[in-house]
């Protein structure tokens, strides 16, 4: 491929500020000619205006572009009739529309990142997150009865779990194993002692494991999981867990690295993938020039990694590796962390730092 089409939506509240850092970065960082911008309109923002917070021909340009990049999306208060957010529509009709299966958020500590667990030692793990059914399967579909009884159904198939699970151990053979022993290893977090459908897939995960002789397979039980998040942080590679645990204990893990603002997130089928920060809209700071533009660019990072796996394309892992090395630079100087890491940098300090070195 000559040049890749990356699809781009800006968002709500600081979704804007911090897609524009992003690409600015990418253009820098990346050989020119390489990727091409289109910018489509989706969020909590644009159903306000238009009554439709994701055009068709929105999704048309994302479904065939080569990647998607989001800043971020929502605003309190503008919902549907049925109570459910606009903003999230763009992110979940993406997930379950192009079967984006595979949630995958890093939790790393960079250096010069301040952690509320003190001197954790090097935190460096990935959790993958089943993206396409588990509890989330029930979204639209679940059942209100008389106002007085609520139902939501978790479902997880045969297919589902496996093709999670494999994607996990696939994922761990190509990482350097635990930053602890360096040893290449899948937990599999589940609530297996009390619910059918988490036994089901820890029986799954047990299976396919076999395949994997190579790389260490163990369980944990989620609840344990919160606090070995918290005080073994190191131990930990590749955790392979159920859609709804994996939203929260990837909200918790993000924390231990400094936060929201230095949590990537890619979601990813067969084909495309999608690209964004964990974090919000953060309507608080918004247009204020404080959003800490890191974790949309480790996203950027994480986009041009996944397209040089499909393409074997050294413009991209060139690009790639130049700006994680621009990133942990920007952020081992306490002048370019933003307030939430500890520093005092506005958004367009860090970014003009970044471009300047690349
Ligand atoms: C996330 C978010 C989403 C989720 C929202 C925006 C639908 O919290 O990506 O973690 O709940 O999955
Ligand atoms: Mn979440």
Redesign the pocket.
């Known amino acids: 491929k000559d040049t890749y089409t990356i699809a781009v939506v800006h968002g709500d509240g600081i979704g804007p500020e911090v897609a524009r850092a992003a690409v600015a970065v990418l253009q820098a960082g990346v050989q020119a000619g390489t990727l091409r911008f289109v910018d489509y309109p989706a969020g909590a923002d644009h159903f306000l205006k238009t009554g439709d917070s994701f055009p068709a021909a929105s999704f048309e340009g994302c479904r065939t572009a080569d990647a998607i990049l989001h800043g971020a999306?929502?605003i309190p208060g503008v919902v549907h009739p049925d109570g459910t957010?606009a903003?999230?529509d763009f992110?979940?009709t993406l997930?379950f529309k192009l079967d984006l299966f595979a949630?995958v958020?890093p939790i790393k500590l960079y250096k010069g990142v301040p952690s509320p667990l003190g001197r954790p030692g090097p935190i460096d793990y990935v959790i993958v997150?089943e993206?396409s059914e588990g509890l989330?399967a029930a979204r639209g579909a679940g059942a209100l009865l008389r106002e007085e009884v609520a139902v939501d159904t978790l479902v997880q198939t045969r297919k589902g779990v496996e093709r999670i699970v494999r994607f996990a151990f696939e994922l761990a053979r190509t990482r350097n194993g635990s930053p602890k022993d360096g040893r290449r290893r899948v937990t599999c977090c589940d609530k297996a002692n009390v619910l059918r459908t988490y036994a089901f897939f820890r029986a799954v995960f047990d299976e396919v494991a076999k395949e994997y002789p190579d790389i260490e397979a163990e369980h944990v039980l989620v609840d344990a999981m919160t606090v070995h998040l918290v005080n073994k942080p190191t131990h930990f590679d590749v955790i392979v867990t159920e859609?709804?645990f994996?939203?929260i204990i990837?909200?918790l893990g993000a924390a231990t690295v400094g936060g929201m603002g230095m949590a990537p997130?890619e979601?990813v089928g067969d084909g495309i993938g999608f690209f964004?920060a964990?974090h919000?809209s953060a309507p608080d700071i918004a247009g204020k020039g404080l959003a800490n533009p890191y974790g949309t660019i480790l996203a950027s990072i994480l986009m041009l990694r996944r397209l040089d796996q499909r393409h074997r394309d050294s413009r991209l892992k060139l690009g790639a590796d130049r700006i994680e090395a621009a990133v942990c630079a920007g952020l081992e100087d306490p002048a370019l962390r933003t307030r939430d890491i500890g520093g005092v940098a506005p958004t367009n300090q860090v970014v003009d730092a970044l471009l300047k070195r690349l």
Do not use: F, I, K, V
């Open positions: 999306a929502g957010e903003g999230l992110t979940l997930r949630n958020r997150r993206n989330y859609n709804m994996g939203d990837s909200d997130s979601e964004q964990s919000g």
